[in-house]
Structure formats: structure tokens, C-alpha cells
């Protein structure tokens, strides 16, 4: 199954310290395990899996939609960050 990111390059550099420079294949690893650990523990798996099979349909709106936008995008821009910064 394909792992649907919350967040795209953007958002990423648009929110954190991480520049445009920075080349997003290098970070999109970190991206990846500060999501399917730290963002699936914080939300839980079922709520996790709604949220990632409703990216990956294309259909995310009303309520999930605002969780992302609103709450899961910035931690996990924070998250990822942390995971990425030490290397």
C-alpha cells in the first residue's frame, strides 16, 4: 500500500527552518517515519488510516479535512524536523 503524506514539499518549507535548498528526497525519509510514528501515536491507527485512505481517494474534506489543515500539518512539518535536524 502506498504511504500518502500529510504534508507536501511546500508546507515543509513554507513552516520550518528548512529551506528550498535543501533537497526534498533527503528529507521526505524523515517525513515519512515522523508521521508513521509520532502522528499515527498522537491520532491512533484507525483515525490515522481514515485520514491516509481518504488522501489517497482524494476525497479528505469536512471535519478530517480541518484536523489535517489544521492541527496534523504543523506538528508533523515539527516533527519531521526533529528527526531530520540531527542529520
Known sequence: MATALFIKREDL?????????????????????????????????DLYNRISADIIAGNLSGDYLSLVNTYIQPTLIWFAQMNYIPF
Open 13 to 45: 518549507v513554507r513552516n520550518s527552518i528548512i529551506d528550498g535548498n535543501v533537497d526534498y528526497d533527503k528529507i521526505i525519509q524523515f517525513v515519512k517515519v515522523a508521521q508513521e510514528i509520532d502522528i499515527q501515536n498522537l491520532l491512533g491507527t
